[in-house]
């Protein structure tokens, strides 16, 4: 006789979340801030993270605070919230600093350096 009441829940994969998608349609910095835009209407979210990500976000915080406070890998964060952002249900700003690098300009001296 098994007690049920000490076993622990059934473990979710990340890509069920996202039904086996890896990436996003739209990559959202760390630092993008995601905030709700609406009203959440039961039509317009589709899973309990959604839900929880759109209450969440009723207050701005950040991608990587979102994937931090549902427990879920960044990746799968960012794909939720495109979804959500693809449907309305978010908006995502993400700040671009005027005199930032370009990055594929620092992946390209980054790969240059290793060969040495």
């Known amino acids: 006789m098994s007690n049920h009441a000490s076993e622990p ?3 979710v994969r990340p890509y069920a979340l996202t039904r086996g998608r890896t990436q996003p349609k739209r990559v959202f910095p760390l630092e993008a801030l995601v905030i709700t835009d609406r009203y959440v209407i039961d039509g317009y979210v589709r899973s309990p993270e959604e839900r929880t990500i759109a209450e969440l976000c009723r207050e701005s915080r950040s991608v990587a605070e979102v ?50």
């Not at 879920?72 to 690098?101: F, M, T």
Request: hydrophobic share 50%; glycine share 8%; net charge positive.
């Open 9 to 11: 829940p059934p473990l």
């Open 67 to 116: 994937a931090a406070l549902i427990r879920v890998p960044l990746g799968v964060a960012r794909v939720l919230i495109g979804d959500l952002a693809e449907r309305g249900v978010v908006q995502v700003h993400a700040s671009k600093v005027p005199d930032a690098p370009d990055t594929a300009l620092l992946e390209r001296v980054l790969s240059g350096l290793r060969k040495l």
